[in-house]
């Protein structure tokens, strides 16, 4: 197991433009914001194992977090050159969800256990097999953070970290729990 610093230490080094340690009890799961995934703005509600209602109710969500006692944050934030910079934000949303599934196997192999939280649905495969069949890959897939009902920008905020870096820059976040 490594400790929090060498767990945030590798996060930097892993392409991660910002990491923090995360207190357990900040993550609060808030039904508006699984509401907000019912509005189906994202167009995938009900279309993948990874997001609402097929990643679990909220109290199933939420029976899962609590077994967590510590975990960290993450962020891969760019600078764009205006906010019609859809090539630069395109590539970031490639960039963060490359390091995030690449961390999680480093993290993976001091925590056997962890729970990853990313951002956006899961893309592993070409289709998904909801709600058809199981999951392909129930080790692999990722639920988003607001799948969990997380509204990330009070979580970054109660961990000190920043979830806006300005005009013309754009940020993901996700977390990893870790036990
Ligand atoms: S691994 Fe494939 S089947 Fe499972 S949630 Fe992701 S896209 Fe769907």
Known sequence: MADLDTALDLAKKNGFTHAAALKPDTLILMPEVREMCSSNSCGMYDKNWSCPPGCGT??????????????????????????????????????????????????????????????????????????????????????????????????????????YYGPSTMTYTSCYLLE
């Open 58 to 163: 909220l109290e199933e969500c939420q029976q899962k977090v609590s077994s967590y006692h510590s975990g960290i944050l993450v962020q891969t934030m760019s600078k764009l050159e205006d906010c019609f910079d859809y090539e630069a934000m395109m590539k970031l949303e490639i960039l963060h969800k490359e390091n995030f599934m690449k961390f999680r196997i480093v993290l993976a192999d001091y925590y056997p256990n962890l729970l990853s939280l990313g951002a956006g649905a899961c893309t592993l495969c070409k289709k998904c097999t909801y709600p058809d069949a199981p999951c392909r890959f129930p080790e692999k897939s990722v639920s988003s953070m607001e799948a969990y009902g997380l509204l990330v920008n009070q979580i970054c905020t109660d961990n000190g970290m920043l979830y």
